[in-house]
């Protein structure tokens, strides 16, 4: 959020200041580039949106021909930054009494569009039409409310994972962030704003409103208004979340004594809304009033919702509009109410971005000639908002509304990204193995540690671009930026969806490409990479040298030991900056002996005695000695014994992970030092491809199509996960349709003790799909 400065306490809730002053950088962010707009007018609240296109430093390589001396040194590629543009959507949220010097802002700061049409929807679109269209110089276009709100929330659900949540108000973590099904459809929308309006979607363009009601949102605030003289919603739903409603309503065992066991009635439960208060001689507060009265709406609204969802056999029912806007205590009426008619068999669920569905809508029906389903899109993190809590109590962080702007920001990604086929269950794969969300001890652990390795990722930033004189002040804005969002995130841990150790990491990614930083480590990882193919040959001959069952467990233990080389985490950096010479022999000697933390080696090595498989997809990791000394002799093992192998790296840099581009040069130059890596590209049985990702970690909900494609056509029978952001932070409990090995070292001293290990643990867990539910479960050692 980004808040505006300059407001006089005396300013009026419906005059603005003039004096305002809002900071381009941070609230309308590249609006010299934007190309077309939309808005969204509710009854309190603007939602503004538009397209704009993004300036982005990237890193990229290029082989060396070193037959025409074109390299100095041994290096085998260069690297280069250039700039690339990029596609973003970026969404506004702020309240209506600064329309008009917002709208002031957007054009002062309109530079190259040639849009003449601004799409419009909600309530407010008809009373600022004229505003809008004298302001901005662009006709208003006028679409329908319901026909935007359902575009908005099958584009938030198809491209934010984690996008919706259930809501439980006395849990550790009071938001559960729901994996996003592969196909969203069928579901129930019930749009909570002056009235109730149910509808029922059934793919992107039918839906159709089934049924609805005239006591909702506007209901609550008109009774409640006469009930206890406040005007103000807000302050309505605050005086509710103070209040007792059994001093109003009349429960079962007012009337009976206690529960009424025939019927299956507690005795806590409500038998009429505010029945005592036509008995009773004494008064009540505004408190208690308000209570009740949010308890009967919505638990009227909840029972008919159970029973469309029930008439139309719908399991996903979301709840939405401006009855609901992310109010805590809303959303718990709500949820009681669904769980008490359902019996716990259907959960409200609850959108993180919901504020933003008419005019998510409203844009997409204005760009639908550029067809924006085609892509995937993901947030931003850096340039987001996030879930900010509006519960008066929640936070010290938590600013007053007024004067505070939301923003959210979607990234077109180049790549259409998908679920890898080879899922057990797409819709109940969770990538990530712990919620820090719900686990205060590692979040607290997390959070620390991600501040104290800032300054060296400062460090490490700067350090890439030694001839930038302005780089200095990016790496500070990148440092306060960065630790602002764990600040933000130490408080509101639900801010982005699940708090996990991937999205800490991804949120760092993000910011160090915001302030034009895409490779930190481009430098480590060519100097890395020089050193360790120097060293190839010699592997590949020793490995030769063993028997047959003495190079398997060699093979493994040089995965393991190339792993050890991860500049991302602070015990490997620091032996590495304070040791340059430290090798794949030294990195050898620091795992564990057998039996390792988890040991299932026994088990892959009677499987090798068997048929080879059909195709292996390895997700490789690190540069250097990683992918060079540990994985391509594993492959070339596997390559001999007749495995086809897919190697599926980066799309884009993150840490000092091998990206698909350096991907391809150092295989070239293995392949001219070995025939056999030769002769498997040569015939087609090793092919590299990207995996869709940027990160330090892996999303098998999403993946390059391209590389789900590959996956189907090979037949592939075994995927192999290696390191610690792929193979414990996420995937541990991954499972596949076909067999699969995750092999890691854990680099971390905090992790390895809660896993009841060392530092340099092993990982090492071979699994087989059961063929049935009577299979027995594999159990780590």
């Not at 991804?506 to 020089?530: A, G, M, V, W």
């Not at 795992?591 to 390792?596: D, G, I, K, S, V």
């Given at each position: 959020?980004?808040e505006?400065?300059?407001?006089?306490?005396?300013?009026?809730?419906?005059?603005?200041?003039k004096?305002?002053?809002?900071?381009?950088?941070?609230?309308?962010?590249?609006?010299?580039?934007?190309?077309?707009?939309?808005?969204?007018?509710?009854?309190?609240?603007?939602?503004?949106?538009?397209?704009s296109?993004?300036?982005?430093?990237?890193?990229?390589?290029?082989?060396?021909?070193?037959?025409?001396k074109?390299?100095?040194?041994?290096?085998?590629?260069e690297?280069?930054?250039?700039?690339?543009?990029?596609?973003?959507?970026?969404?506004?949220?702020?309240?209506?009494?600064?329309?008009?010097?917002?709208?002031?802002f957007?054009?002062?700061?309109?530079?190259?569009t040639?849009?003449?049409?601004?799409?419009?929807?909600?309530?407010?679109?008809?009373?600022?039409?004229?505003?809008?269209?004298?302001?901005?110089?662009?006709?208003?276009?006028?679409?329908?409310?319901?026909?935007?709100l359902?575009?908005?929330?099958?584009?938030?659900?198809?491209?934010?994972?984690?996008?919706?949540?259930?809501?439980?108000?006395h849990?550790?973590?009071?938001f559960r962030?729901?994996?996003?099904?592969?196909?969203?459809?069928?579901?129930?929308?019930?749009?909570?704003?002056?009235?109730?309006?149910?509808?029922?979607?059934?793919?992107?363009?039918?839906?159709?409103?089934?049924?609805?009601?005239?006591?909702?949102?506007?209901?609550?605030?008109?009774?409640?208004?006469?009930?206890?003289?406040?005007?103000?919603?807000?302050?309505?739903?605050?005086?509710?979340?103070?209040?007792?409603?059994?001093?109003?309503?009349m429960?079962?065992?007012?009337?009976?004594?206690?529960?009424?066991?025939?019927l299956?009635?507690?005795?806590?439960?409500?038998?009429?809304?505010?029945?005592?208060?036509?008995?009773?001689?004494?008064?009540?507060?505004?408190?208690?009033?308000?209570?009740?009265?949010?308890?009967?709406?919505?638990?009227?609204?909840?029972?008919?919702?159970?029973?469309?969802?029930?008439?139309?056999?719908?399991?996903?029912?979301?709840?939405?509009?401006?009855?609901?806007?992310?109010?805590?205590?809303?959303?718990?009426?709500?949820?009681?109410?669904?769980?008490?008619?359902?019996?716990?068999?259907?959960?409200a669920?609850?959108?993180r971005?919901?504020?933003?569905?008419?005019?998510?809508g409203?844009?997409?029906?204005?760009?639908?000639?550029?067809?924006?389903?085609?892509?995937?899109?993901?947030?931003?993190?850096?340039?987001?908002?996030?879930?900010?809590?509006?519960?008066?109590?929640?936070?010290?962080?938590?600013?007053?509304r007024?004067?505070?702007?939301?923003?959210?920001?979607?990234d077109?990604?180049e790549?259409?990204?998908?679920?890898?086929?080879?899922?057990?269950?797409?819709?109940?794969?969770?990538?990530?193995t712990?919620?820090?969300?719900?686990?205060?001890?590692?979040?607290?652990?997390?959070?620390?540690?991600?501040?104290?390795?800032?300054?060296?990722?400062?460090?490490?930033?700067?350090?890439?671009?030694?001839?930038?004189?302005?780089?200095?002040?990016?790496?500070?804005?990148?440092?306060?930026?960065?630790?602002?969002?764990?600040?933000?995130?130490?408080?509101?841990?639900?801010?982005?969806?699940?708090?996990?150790?991937?999205?800490?990491?991804?949120?760092?990614?993000?910011?160090?490409?915001?302030?034009?930083?895409?490779?930190?480590y481009?430098k480590?990882?060519?100097?890395?990479?020089?050193?360790?193919?120097?060293?190839?040959?010699?592997?590949?001959?020793?490995?030769?040298?063993?028997s047959?069952?003495?190079?398997?467990?060699?093979?493994v233990?040089?995965?393991?030991?190339?792993?050890?080389?991860?500049?991302?985490?602070?015990?490997?950096?620091?032996?590495?900056?304070?040791?340059?010479?430290?090798?794949?022999?030294?990195?050898?000697?620091?795992?564990?002996?057998?039996?390792?933390?988890?040991?299932t080696?026994?088990?892959?090595f009677?499987?090798?005695?068997?048929?080879?498989?059909?195709?292996?997809l390895?997700?490789?990791?690190?540069?250097?000695?990683?992918?060079?000394?540990?994985?391509?002799?594993?492959?070339?093992?596997?390559?001999?014994?007749?495995?086809?192998?897919?190697?599926?790296?980066?799309?884009?840099?993150?840490?000092?992970?091998?990206?698909?581009?350096?991907?391809?040069?150092?295989?070239?130059?293995?392949?001219?030092?070995?025939?056999?890596?030769?002769?498997?590209?040569?015939?087609?049985?090793?092919?590299?491809?990207?995996?869709?990702s940027?990160?330090?970690c892996?999303d098998?909900?999403?993946?390059?199509?391209?590389?789900?494609?590959?996956?189907r056509?090979?037949?592939?029978?075994?995927?192999?996960?290696?390191?610690m952001?792929?193979?414990?932070?996420?995937?541990?409990?991954?499972?596949?349709?076909c067999?699969?090995?995750?092999?890691?070292?854990?680099?971390?001293?905090?992790?390895a003790?809660?896993?009841?290990?060392?530092?340099?643990?092993?990982?090492?867990?071979?699994?087989?799909?059961?063929?049935?539910?009577?299979?027995?479960?594999?159990?780590?050692?």
């Amino acid at each position: 959020m980004a808040e505006c400065g300059g407001l006089h306490s005396s300013t009026s809730r419906h005059t603005m200041d003039k004096s305002i002053t809002l900071p381009p950088d941070e609230i309308f962010r590249n609006l010299e580039n934007a190309k077309r707009f939309a808005i969204d007018i509710g009854g309190s609240l603007t939602k503004l949106a538009y397209y704009s296109t993004v300036q982005h430093k990237v890193a990229k390589v290029r082989s060396f021909d070193h037959t025409a001396k074109e390299a100095t040194g041994d290096e085998l590629y260069e690297i280069s930054v250039q700039e690339e543009v990029t596609a973003r959507l970026h969404f506004i949220k702020f309240e209506n009494a600064y329309i008009e010097t917002c709208l002031d802002f957007v054009k002062d700061h309109l530079v190259n569009t040639d849009t003449k049409v601004i799409k419009a929807t909600g309530g407010g679109a008809h009373k600022f039409k004229e505003l809008i269209e004298r302001k901005l110089g662009l006709r208003v276009d006028k679409e329908d409310e319901m026909t935007c709100l359902i575009k908005g929330c099958n584009f938030v659900l198809r491209n934010i994972p984690h996008e919706a949540f259930v809501y439980a108000k006395h849990a550790d973590s009071e938001f559960r962030f729901q994996t996003t099904q592969p196909d969203i459809f069928p579901y129930l929308l019930v749009n909570i704003g002056s009235g109730v309006s149910i509808v029922k979607v059934e793919s992107e363009d039918k839906f159709e409103r089934i049924g609805g009601s005239s006591i909702g949102g506007g209901t609550f605030w008109g009774l409640g208004a006469l009930l206890t003289k406040t005007k103000r919603f807000d302050e309505l739903l605050q005086l509710a979340s103070k209040g007792q409603h059994t001093s109003v309503d009349m429960l079962v065992k007012d009337i009976y004594g206690g529960s009424y066991g025939s019927l299956g009635l507690t005795g806590d439960l409500i038998a009429s809304s505010f029945g005592k208060s036509a008995t009773a001689d004494k008064g009540f507060s505004k408190e208690d009033m308000a209570k009740s009265l949010l308890h009967m709406i919505s638990n009227d609204i909840g029972q008919l919702a159970c029973l469309y969802a029930k008439l139309h056999n719908l399991s996903q029912v979301y709840f939405g509009g401006f009855f609901i806007r992310g109010h805590p205590v809303t959303m718990h009426t709500i949820t009681y109410s669904i769980n008490f008619f359902t019996k716990g068999e259907v959960q409200a669920l609850f959108l993180r971005h919901e504020g933003y569905l008419g005019a998510i809508g409203a844009f997409l029906k204005g760009a639908e000639e550029d067809n924006p389903n085609q892509y995937s899109w993901g947030e931003n993190y850096a340039g987001s908002s996030g879930l900010m809590s509006v519960s008066p109590d929640m936070n010290p962080m938590q600013r007053a509304r007024s004067g505070t702007f939301d923003m959210l920001e979607m990234d077109r990604l180049e790549r259409k990204l998908v679920n890898l086929p080879l899922l057990q269950d797409a819709s109940s794969y969770i990538p990530d193995t712990v919620d820090l969300a719900e686990d205060a001890l590692a979040r607290e652990y997390w959070l620390y540690c991600f501040e104290e390795a800032l300054d060296g990722v400062v460090k490490r930033a700067l350090a890439s671009q030694p001839d930038m004189p302005e780089a200095a002040e990016r790496a500070e804005k990148f440092r306060q930026k960065y630790r602002h969002k764990l600040q933000t995130l130490r408080h509101q841990p639900f801010a982005y969806g699940s708090l996990t150790v991937r999205s800490l990491l991804d949120t760092r990614e993000h910011c160090l490409n915001e302030f034009n930083f895409p490779d930190p480590y481009s430098k480590i990882k060519q100097r890395e990479n020089d050193t360790a193919l120097k060293y190839y040959q010699k592997a590949v001959k020793s490995l030769e040298e063993l028997s047959w069952e003495e190079r398997q467990f060699a093979l493994v233990r040089g995965v393991l030991a190339g792993n050890v080389f991860d500049w991302g985490a602070k015990a490997v950096s620091d032996v590495l900056e304070s040791d340059p010479e430290f090798g794949f022999e030294q990195a050898k000697r620091q795992l564990e002996e057998r039996p390792w933390l988890v040991d299932t080696y026994d088990q892959w090595f009677e499987r090798l005695k068997g048929p080879p498989h059909k195709c292996a997809l390895f997700f490789v990791d690190n540069s250097g000695v990683d992918i060079i000394l540990g994985v391509m002799p594993f492959v070339r093992e596997l390559l001999s014994r007749g495995t086809e192998v897919v190697l599926a790296s980066n799309s884009s840099p993150a840490l000092n992970d091998v990206t698909n581009g350096e991907l391809q040069i150092l295989t070239e130059s293995i392949a001219a030092l070995d025939p056999v890596i030769q002769a498997a590209l040569t015939e087609d049985r090793l092919t590299l491809v990207q995996s869709g990702s940027s990160s330090p970690c892996l999303d098998l909900s999403r993946l390059d199509k391209v590389l789900a494609m590959v996956v189907r056509e090979r037949k592939t029978d075994l995927v192999i996960i290696e390191g610690m952001g792929r193979a414990i932070h996420t995937n541990y409990y991954a499972m596949l349709s076909c067999e699969s090995l995750k092999m890691a070292v854990i680099k971390n001293s905090w992790l390895a003790d809660r896993l009841g290990g060392k530092l340099f643990s092993v990982v090492f867990k071979y699994e087989v799909p059961a063929a049935g539910p009577d299979s027995p479960a594999l159990t780590p050692s």
